[in-house]
């Protein structure tokens, strides 16, 4: 199974340039001592996380989670930078320089603009 999403992902890096493809994956929390530390994609068992970890593999991973107000309302986004949020580590990383923000809205068009701005 590792192999075969490694293979996806080298198939994605291999297509056309103007193509822009987007994975979209579950996360599971990761624990210590009963509370959540952080998070990662989730998968089907110990073995596929030691072999292959897609957000190790990838040169931009988002991380989606909403941001309340103070009145409770929601907005939501995207995280673009690894970095903690109430003491949880949040799995997200992006090239230096392509987002100055921390948190984008949730619009997958502003990350292509990014990304084209970025790679050229």
Same mark, same amino acid.
């Given at each position: 199974?590792?192999?075969? @999403? ?7 890096? #291999? ?6 493809? @987007? ?5 599971? #929390?990761?624990e210590a001592d009963g509370s959540i530390i952080g998070y990662k ?8 996380d030691k072999m292959y970890r897609p957000e190790e593999n990838t ?8 941001? @309340? !107000? !103070?009145?409770?309302?929601? #907005? &939501?986004? @995207? ?34 603009? #990014?990304?084209?701005? &970025? &790679?050229?």
């Open positions: 199974m590792a192999d075969h @999403f490694r293979r996806i992902i080298a198939t994605c890096s #291999s297509l056309r340039d103007d193509l822009n493809i @987007f994975m979209l994956l579950h996360v599971e #929390s990761v994609s989730s998968s089907v068992g110990k073995l596929l040169a931009i991973t988002l991380f989606a989670q909403p941001k @309340f !107000d !103070d009145k409770g309302k929601a #907005s &939501y986004g @995207f995280y673009t930078h690894k970095m903690k949020v109430n003491g949880v580590e949040l799995p997200s990383k992006t090239p230096e320089g392509m987002f100055e923000e921390d948190w984008i809205p949730n619009d997958l068009g502003l990350v292509v603009k #990014s990304m084209k701005e &970025y &790679y050229g």
